[in-house]
């Protein structure tokens, strides 16, 4: 990569980080990190949703109440202030993330910066005949 591409992506990476939004997104994973109770409970919660998915990918059959205490324990962690600050930052860092390798990618694909209507979902770019 060019001295001048490095220079201006630590530049982004500086925006990003100073951003509110980022600051905010990463209290409150640093908020949960930080609170053993949650995180047992997120790490309990996914396990239990890992191995029901497993469970149906053999073949075999979900009992009705594994369903039941996998809900109620899904609706415990959503409850629970600290995990669900949690999970709105990691679903608002996934949609940062995802807004940005969008305008690079569409950015180097388009080889200028996209317009409003590049960026839309479902468009393949220009040419492509879906417009």
Do not use: W
């Not at 982004?12 to 409150?28: D, G, H, N, Y």
């Not at 919660?45 to 998915?53: A, N, V």
């Not at 940062?96 to 960026?119: V, Y």
């Amino acid at each position: 990569m060019s001295t001048k591409i490095e220079e201006k992506t630590v530049e982004l990476c500086e925006t990003i980080i100073a951003q509110p939004e980022m600051i905010s997104i990463r209290k409150r994973i640093d908020t949960f990190m930080a609170d053993a109770s949650a995180r047992g409970q997120y790490d309990a919660l996914m396990g239990k949703g890992q191995e029901l998915q497993e469970k149906q990918q053999h073949g075999q059959p979900l009992a009705p109440a594994e369903i039941a205490e996998f809900e109620k324990n899904r609706e415990a962690l959503l409850v629970n202030p600290v995990a669900r600050g949690f999970l709105d930052a990691q679903e608002e860092l996934h949609e940062m993330q995802h807004s940005i390798q969008k305008h690079i990618a569409k950015t180097i694909e388009l080889g200028r910066i996209p317009r409003a209507e590049d960026l839309e979902e479902g468009s393949c770019g220009h040419g492509c005949g879906c417009h």
